[in-house]
């Protein structure tokens, strides 16, 4: 049966009333110490008609840090802050699950108390900069994780998907996408481990697998999702073997039967069909025709739906810029642009002041 963009779905066990699923983004508006504000919980809020919405990426750690002003889930103040937004979204009748990103090598020392280095698989630096307020600065080369290291990164996820369980989430997305440092594991030129985490696929995959199963078993496997982004080079991955890879991944993650499996696609949908195969579960796919189609359009969900590749999809910057997104897409749009100078910091413009539809028919 062809689903569309307003079916219902079931998704770990949370019924959604539709499968436009609002896409993690990073705003860079929480406060030095990790916490989000009441602005916060009203973005999330005017956006609650989104059948599932994804955080931010949330630091799981200190170290798992990896740019300015961004919130996080390893202390009882954050877990506190967060309880702002997770209430003002369900008393807006929404879901939110908490994205839980340890960003790995792309981190810097400018965002540790104590100046440490980054954590990584390998000692392989990004190539990439920090953004600071002071201007860009070099990632420097991270650190190589040693299994001491790794076992406290697997209890530092646990306990921030506690936390965000405490704080009154729906589930935890783990990023395992985009770069960071699930990615760097599975990745062969970020990962040059000759440990039992490095080398075969069978390897790579581990740390992955170990992070998911933990999580699961903390917070339940119904509430905890996984983003991955096969192929996607963002911050300097170059994966060799992308599809025998991440069918292996796939393979494993269905046996633990997990909430969900999130897929940033990059313009191979053969790829992701492929993958689809691979995983019996829910799918939610952001849905990108060409490598460098940005944004994702509505077109492109409603084809994906209406393929059978997917059981959701999500969009960002739609939603970004267009708090009502479900009903501008019931009536065909228009759209607001999302303005890229307000992605990433500063106050309430361009976070909270998109209008409605009704909001710009009324003015
Ligand atoms: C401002 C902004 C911040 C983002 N932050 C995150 C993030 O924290 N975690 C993540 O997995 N993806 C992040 N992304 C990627 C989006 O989730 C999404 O994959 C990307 O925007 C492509 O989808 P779209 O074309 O519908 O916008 C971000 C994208 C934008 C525009």
Same mark, same amino acid.
């Given at each position: 049966m062809v689903s569309t963009l307003f079916d219902p779905v079931t998704i770990g066990g949370l019924q959604l009333p539709n499968r436009l699923v609002m896409a993690p983004m990073t @705003?860079? @508006?929480? *406060?030095?110490?990790?916490l989000v504000t009441e602005l916060a919980g009203e973005y999330y809020a005017q956006r609650a008609s989104a059948g599932l919405i994804i955080s931010e990426g949330i630091q799981p750690s200190v170290i798992g840090q990896g740019y300015f002003l961004t919130p996080g889930l390893h202390n009882a103040e954050q877990t506190d802050a967060w309880r702002q937004v997770t209430d003002a979204v369900h008393r807006a009748g929404g879901r939110i699950f908490a994205q839980i990103n340890h960003c790995g090598r792309i981190g810097?020392?400018?965002?540790?108390p104590d100046n440490a280095l980054p954590l990584a698989p =390998?000692?392989?630096?990004? &190539?990439e900069q920090l953004f600071t307020p002071d201007g860009m600065l070099d990632h420097p080369t991270p650190r190589e994780m040693t299994t001491e290291d790794i076992a406290a990164t697997i209890t530092d996820f646990t306990a921030a998907a506690r936390n965000a369980i405490a704080a009154g989430f729906d589930g935890v997305e783990l990023h +395992?996408?985009? +770069?960071y440092l699930l990615h760097q594991f599975l990745a062969d030129n970020t990962n040059l481990r000759?440990?039992?985490? &490095?080398? =075969?696929v069978a390897n790579r995959i581990r740390f992955v697998t170990e992070v998911v199963a933990a999580v699961s078993e903390a917070i339940g496997a119904d509430r905890t999702g996984i983003r991955l982004s096969p192929g996607?080079?963002?911050?300097h991955i170059e994966e060799s073997d992308p599809a025998p890879l991440y069918v292996e991944l796939l393979t494993k993650l269905a046996e633990q039967d997990i909430a969900y499996v999130h897929i940033v696609e990059g313009g191979d949908r053969e790829l992701t069909t492929k993958l689809r195969a691979a995983w019996p579960g829910s799918l939610i796919l952001n849905p990108? @025709? *060409?490598? %460098?189609?940005?944004?994702? $359009?509505v077109e492109a969900a409603e084809e994906a739906l209406e393929s059978g590749v997917t059981d959701a999809v999500s969009l960002g910057a739609l939603w970004l810029a267009n708090p009502d997104l479900d009903a501008r897409i019931k009536v065909g749009g228009p759209y607001n642009t999302a303005d890229?100078?307000?992605?990433?910091?500063? %106050?309430?413009? +361009?976070? *909270? %002041?998109?209008? $409605?539809l009704d909001q710009v028919t009324s003015a």
């Open positions: @705003r860079n @508006r929480a *406060t030095p110490e990790g810097h020392p400018a965002l540790y =390998s000692a392989v630096a990004s &190539g +395992g996408a985009n +770069g000759t440990d039992s985490y &490095g080398g =075969s996607n080079p963002f911050n990108h @025709r *060409t490598p %460098d189609a940005f944004p994702a $359009t890229q100078a307000t992605f990433y910091g500063g %106050d309430s413009a +361009g976070y *909270t %002041d998109y209008p $409605t």
